[in-house]
Protein backbone atom coordinates (compact mmCIF):
# COMPACT_ATOMS: atom_id res chain seq x y z
CA UNK A 1 0.00 0.00 0.00
CA UNK A 2 0.96 3.74 -0.75
CA UNK A 3 0.83 7.27 1.16
CA UNK A 4 -1.02 9.05 -1.24
CA UNK A 5 -3.02 12.42 -1.35
CA UNK A 6 -6.31 12.91 -2.79
CA UNK A 7 -8.62 16.13 -3.15
CA UNK A 8 -12.04 16.55 -1.65
CA UNK A 9 -15.28 18.96 -1.46
CA UNK A 10 -17.29 19.39 0.85
CA UNK A 11 -20.20 20.54 -1.35
CA UNK A 12 -22.10 23.54 -0.96
CA UNK A 13 -25.74 21.27 0.36
CA UNK A 14 -23.67 19.53 3.02
CA UNK A 15 -22.21 22.91 4.05
CA UNK A 16 -25.19 24.39 4.02
CA UNK A 17 -26.41 22.09 6.41
CA UNK A 18 -23.29 22.49 8.71
CA UNK A 19 -21.93 18.91 7.85
CA UNK A 20 -18.37 19.79 7.87
CA UNK A 21 -17.32 18.73 11.31
CA UNK A 22 -19.81 15.05 10.49
CA UNK A 23 -18.61 14.14 7.12
CA UNK A 24 -14.78 14.92 8.67
CA UNK A 25 -15.47 12.44 10.99
CA UNK A 26 -16.41 9.94 8.71
CA UNK A 27 -13.41 10.53 6.99
CA UNK A 28 -10.65 10.45 10.20
CA UNK A 29 -12.86 7.59 11.02
CA UNK A 30 -11.85 5.54 8.05
CA UNK A 31 -8.13 6.42 8.37
CA UNK A 32 -7.34 9.61 6.19
CA UNK A 33 -5.76 12.50 7.25
CA UNK A 34 -6.70 15.95 6.60
CA UNK A 35 -3.62 17.66 5.60
CA UNK A 36 -5.68 20.97 4.69
CA UNK A 37 -9.17 22.46 4.91
CA UNK A 38 -10.39 25.84 3.38
CA UNK A 39 -13.94 26.78 3.36
CA UNK A 40 -14.23 29.24 0.57
CA UNK A 41 -16.86 30.42 -2.09
CA UNK A 42 -15.89 29.57 -5.46
CA UNK A 43 -16.62 32.19 -8.86
CA UNK A 44 -17.71 30.81 -12.09
CA UNK A 45 -14.85 31.16 -13.21
CA UNK A 46 -13.49 28.41 -10.49
CA UNK A 47 -15.98 26.40 -11.24
CA UNK A 48 -15.62 25.92 -14.85
CA UNK A 49 -11.96 25.69 -14.64
CA UNK A 50 -12.25 22.57 -11.86
CA UNK A 51 -14.98 20.68 -13.62
CA UNK A 52 -14.15 21.41 -17.48
CA UNK A 53 -13.33 18.11 -18.44
CA UNK A 54 -17.61 17.94 -18.10
CA UNK A 55 -18.20 21.02 -20.68
CA UNK A 56 -19.81 19.20 -22.98
CA UNK A 57 -22.05 17.83 -20.96
CA UNK A 58 -25.92 18.66 -20.53
CA UNK A 59 -25.25 18.79 -16.78
CA UNK A 60 -22.13 21.33 -16.84
CA UNK A 61 -24.05 24.46 -16.36
CA UNK A 62 -26.42 23.43 -13.44
CA UNK A 63 -23.41 21.50 -11.96
CA UNK A 64 -21.27 25.20 -12.10
CA UNK A 65 -24.24 27.14 -10.81
CA UNK A 66 -24.48 24.33 -7.78
CA UNK A 67 -21.01 24.54 -7.31
CA UNK A 68 -21.18 28.65 -6.56
CA UNK A 69 -24.61 28.61 -4.97
CA UNK A 70 -22.32 28.77 -1.47
CA UNK A 71 -19.29 27.94 0.53
CA UNK A 72 -17.80 24.70 -0.14
CA UNK A 73 -14.94 23.27 2.03
CA UNK A 74 -12.08 22.30 0.19
CA UNK A 75 -9.49 19.62 1.58
CA UNK A 76 -6.12 17.72 0.41
CA UNK A 77 -6.69 14.48 2.22
CA UNK A 78 -3.54 11.69 3.22
CA UNK A 79 -3.24 8.03 3.87
CA UNK A 80 -2.83 4.81 2.02
CA UNK A 81 -4.23 3.96 -1.30
CA UNK A 82 -6.38 7.63 -0.56
CA UNK A 83 -7.82 7.73 -3.82
CA UNK A 84 -9.47 4.75 -3.43
CA UNK A 85 -9.90 4.95 0.15
CA UNK A 86 -11.75 8.06 -0.02
CA UNK A 87 -14.34 6.97 -3.27
CA UNK A 88 -14.90 3.92 -1.15
CA UNK A 89 -15.99 6.03 2.01
CA UNK A 90 -17.69 8.77 -0.41
CA UNK A 91 -20.10 5.68 -1.84
CA UNK A 92 -22.14 5.78 -4.70
CA UNK A 93 -22.58 8.92 -7.09
CA UNK A 94 -27.01 8.46 -5.88
CA UNK A 95 -27.36 8.27 -2.39
CA UNK A 96 -29.96 5.37 -3.13
CA UNK A 97 -27.40 3.41 -4.66
CA UNK A 98 -24.55 4.15 -2.10
CA UNK A 99 -24.01 1.61 1.23
CA UNK A 100 -24.76 2.13 4.34
CA UNK A 101 -22.04 4.22 6.73
CA UNK A 102 -21.12 6.21 3.50
CA UNK A 103 -20.96 9.71 3.54
CA UNK A 104 -23.60 9.98 0.53
CA UNK A 105 -25.78 7.23 2.41
CA UNK A 106 -25.38 9.20 5.53
CA UNK A 107 -25.84 12.71 4.44
CA UNK A 108 -26.61 13.30 0.67
CA UNK A 109 -29.94 14.64 -0.78
CA UNK A 110 -29.62 13.35 -3.93
CA UNK A 111 -27.50 12.43 -7.26
CA UNK A 112 -27.10 16.44 -8.18
CA UNK A 113 -26.22 17.16 -4.37
CA UNK A 114 -24.63 14.50 -3.28
CA UNK A 115 -22.32 16.38 -0.39
CA UNK A 116 -19.31 15.62 -1.86
CA UNK A 117 -16.55 15.06 -4.19
CA UNK A 118 -13.60 12.87 -4.36
CA UNK A 119 -10.75 12.48 -7.00
CA UNK A 120 -11.28 9.69 -9.33
CA UNK A 121 -7.65 9.06 -10.17
CA UNK A 122 -4.15 10.23 -8.60
CA UNK A 123 -3.42 12.68 -11.95
CA UNK A 124 -6.61 13.93 -11.16
CA UNK A 125 -6.14 14.59 -7.42
CA UNK A 126 -3.01 16.00 -8.18
CA UNK A 127 -4.77 18.72 -10.66
CA UNK A 128 -7.22 19.25 -8.67
CA UNK A 129 -5.43 20.27 -5.00
CA UNK A 130 -2.87 22.19 -7.55
CA UNK A 131 -6.17 24.30 -8.17
CA UNK A 132 -7.07 24.90 -5.17
CA UNK A 133 -3.99 25.08 -2.80
CA UNK A 134 -0.33 25.92 -2.78
CA UNK A 135 2.42 23.80 -0.73
CA UNK A 136 2.36 26.20 2.09
CA UNK A 137 -1.24 25.27 2.69
CA UNK A 138 -0.50 21.33 3.09
CA UNK A 139 0.65 20.55 6.50
CA UNK A 140 1.68 16.75 6.95
Known amino acids: M ?29 GLRIVAQKRVRWTEDQAKEFYAE ?17 PVVTQVLEGEDAVAKYREIMGATDPAEAKPGTI ?23 REIALNFNSAEIVG
Open 104 to 126: RKLFAESKGKNSVHGSDSLAAAE
Open 54 to 70: HKARPFYGELVEFMTSG
Open 2 to 30: TIERTFSIIKPDATEKNLTGAINAVIEKA
